[in-house]
């Protein structure tokens, strides 16, 4: 086996599933804080992608105020989205829930399509290109800034669930709704921001995808469904099961695109995630830190 | 006049018909139906067609999703099947379409039995979930497997023969699709009226319960599986007849998304509903066309984005429906003719 080849998916993974692990991780938090299941966060990353291309392309803005102003427009919609669709929707039927996303991810997709067309748009540079050698293989440098800045974001993340009052009041409001309403705490304001943090980070997601692909088009939406069997592997509810799973699934992704794609010919790189989410529902439905849910009458 | 239910025996109760002038009226539109194509435009009988299966698509997946409240994303991969053997048997074996069809219903069936076997340990969302990658394994595989699906290049399915009577032109596959889409109305309508199709609706709303009432989850479970897979499947086999050439691009994720969207506008756990919804998501795109290029002299680009419009006012259509009339057209209809069966004195 050649260990340059191996070295190299394996790093291809790590990147890739390192922006998994961001999405993922807005995944959770939404269906931490609100049970509900976002089937639009890829279209959240699309929309920061397209917004940061936006500011960077058409006004020049230097990019890292362009990624605070992304964040701040995604930190809108997701309130804005979270209030007018979502909360009229507490407490109704799951089916609802995954509905109502299915419906917003086809409107933020027609809106995009509507303002940019379907062709790919080429992504500025914002980091530097040339390659750094690192042992035997050489990796470009945009893929380092990309690890450097999921594992900074992450980082201010678990920070703010750990010490900040809104995070820990989001915890409380994640672990029992009733028993925060009662000390005081805005469940619907917490569920706000949830939505907001977690199309902060997929939009964050979105624009490292944009400079590690050098172009981002309509397919950046189907990042979101790629979520799910890093969600499920990791286990809902565990942000912690989010990065590892993200990880897990990248590298898993890249090793069969690269060892079983010559052999069949081209897919496997993208249905291997999904056999492994068929697998993992099989033998370990609640994932590697998911809460188990028993369930009395 | 009448002001209220007073049915004293079960009989009445479950009667289908409410009255007299209910069975006439559908026995006119009945008529009228079949009528259509005497005097309907190609094109026309075309979108009338594709309604006809969207009609049997949408109530089978009602009767998973709506009935026995398990969300399948899966759709779209049930139909590649029943499409994909329906056009397997037919070029194959040459056989004809009054065995392939039901024979494409009962594969997909079997298959969707055993998607549904997760159905079983989860439920809700992983179920979704679950549904969701066997769409795209699906998808994989049709792609992949060509000796039967014909790979990217697709699939030419024969024209369906009765003897030696082609069905190929528009009106003979109306007659075809519409003679199944009844059977499958009715069957449907009755399913609900026995000890089954209740079963069902106990998982629905109270899955726990529904057991120490003695209902067996695992039959009942598997059982809406199978016979939401088998209407999915022969939708899907009539897909492949009317598209004449089926390829992996004919089922994307959307289409399912599409089939979720008529039964949650028609509305959920309704017959009438899914019937309702089908027409409505089929019109959809249609009207779109008219508008946009009846608006092409002063909106000329407004052509190029019907795609993007589509998709613009089916979320949102979907969105309005789920916060403002969760039941759907169904109840929504309902609500007018019984405001208006008691018109002026509703209360």
Redesign the interface.
């Known amino acids: 086996m050649d260990v340059t080849f191996f070295l190299q998916l394996f790093i291809n993974g790590l990147v890739v599933g390192s922006i998994y692990a961001l999405v993922a991780t807005g995944f959770v938090i939404i269906y931490k804080a609100t049970s509900a299941?976002n089937l639009a966060q890829g279209e959240f990353l699309m929309v920061g992608a397209y917004i940061c291309l936006n500011l960077l392309s058409k006004h020049q803005i230097p990019f890292w105020q362009a990624i605070l102003i992304t964040f701040a427009f995604s930190a809108l919609l997701g309130v804005i989205i979270e209030r007018l669709?979502l909360r009229?929707?507490i407490g109704?039927?799951?089916?609802?829930v995954?509905?109502?996303t299915?419906?917003?991810?086809?409107?933020l997709?027609?809106?995009i399509?509507?303002a940019y067309g379907t062709d790919t748009i080429p992504f500025p540079e914002v980091f530097p290109s040339a390659p750094v050698q690192i042992g035997p293989i050489p990796v470009s440098q945009g893929y380092l800034y990309a690890i450097g800045c999921v594992t900074i974001l992450v980082a201010l993340l678990t920070s703010f669930f750990k010490y900040s009052k809104t995070g820990m009041a989001m915890r409380a409001t994640a672990s029992s709704q009733q028993v925060s309403l009662s000390m005081g705490i805005s469940v619907k304001k917490m569920f706000a921001i949830s939505w907001a943090i977690a199309a902060i980070v997929s939009s964050m997601g979105g624009i490292l995808l944009g400079t590690i692909r050098g172009g981002i088009d309509m397919s950046l939406s189907f990042m979101g469904?790629k979520v799910?069997?890093v969600v499920?592997l990791g286990g809902?509810d565990s942000i912690l099961g989010a990065i590892v799973g993200g990880l897990i699934i990248g590298i898993l992704e890249n090793f069969s695109g690269g060892y079983i794609d010559p052999m069949?010919?081209g897919?496997?790189k993208?249905?291997a995630p999904?056999?492994a989410?068929?697998l993992i529902?099989?033998f370990k439905?609640y994932g590697l830190f998911g809460k188990k849910k028993i369930?009395r009458? | 006049m009448r002001c209220g239910d007073f049915k004293t025996t079960y009989t009445a109760d479950m009667t289908i018909f409410e009255s007299r002038s209910a069975r006439v009226m559908l026995g006119i539109f009945l008529c009228v139906l079949f009528s259509l194509p005497l005097y309907t435009p190609g094109y026309l009988l075309d979108i009338i067609n594709r309604i006809g299966i969207a009609v049997i698509g949408a109530i089978g997946l009602n009767i998973l999703?709506g009935f026995t409240?398990q969300?399948s994303l899966g759709n779209a991969a049930f139909m590649a099947i029943g499409a994909f053997s329906c056009g397997y048997l037919g070029t194959k074996f040459n056989m004809p379409f009054y065995f392939s069809i039901p024979l494409a219903g009962l594969i997909t069936a079997t298959f969707g039995m055993f998607v549904g076997i997760?159905s079983l340990?989860?439920k809700?969302?992983?179920l979704?979930?679950?549904t969701?990658?066997?769409h795209?394994?699906v998808?994989?595989l049709v792609?992949?497997w060509e000796s039967v699906t014909g790979g990217v290049a697709g699939l030419t399915v024969p024209t369906p023969k009765l003897g030696s009577f082609a069905i190929d032109s528009d009106a003979r596959l109306f007659v075809l699709i519409f003679v199944i889409a009844i059977m499958a109305v009715l069957f449907a309508k009755n399913l609900f009226r026995t000890k089954v199709g209740k079963a069902f609706v106990a998982i629905r709303d109270q899955a726990?319960?529904a057991e120490?009432m003695g209902v067996n989850i695992v039959k009942y479970k598997l059982l809406s599986f199978g016979i939401s897979s088998f209407y999915v499947g022969v939708a899907g086999a009539l897909i492949a007849f009317h598209a004449k050439i089926i390829s992996p691009e004919t089922f994307p994720?959307t289409v399912a998304?599409d089939y979720?969207?008529m039964i949650?506008i028609g509305g959920?756990g309704s017959i009438l509903g899914s019937i309702y919804g089908a027409i409505f998501i089929t019109l959809l795109p249609e009207i779109l066309r008219m508008v946009t290029t009846s608006l092409s002299g002063s909106f000329p680009e407004l052509v190029n984005?019907l795609?993007?419009?589509?998709?613009?006012v089916?979320?949102?259509?979907?969105?309005i429906f789920?916060?403002f009339e969760?039941n759907g057209m169904a109840s929504r209809w309902h609500n007018i003719k019984n405001y208006w069966k008691l018109y002026p004195f509703s209360h």
Request: aromatic share 6%; glycine share 8%; charged share 10%.
């Open positions: 299941l669709i009229p929707l109704s039927h799951l089916i609802s995954i509905m109502v299915l419906g917003l991810s086809s409107i997709k027609a809106l399509q509507l469904l799910l069997p499920i809902l069949v010919g897919g496997a993208e249905v999904y056999i989410l068929i529902l099989m439905p369930e009458v | 999703t409240g969300i997760p340990r989860i809700g969302l992983y979704a979930m679950a969701l990658a066997a795209f394994i998808e994989f792609v992949k726990i319960s120490v994720v998304i979720l969207g949650i959920l984005k795609a993007a419009m589509k998709e613009l089916f979320g949102m259509l979907v969105i789920l916060i969760p």
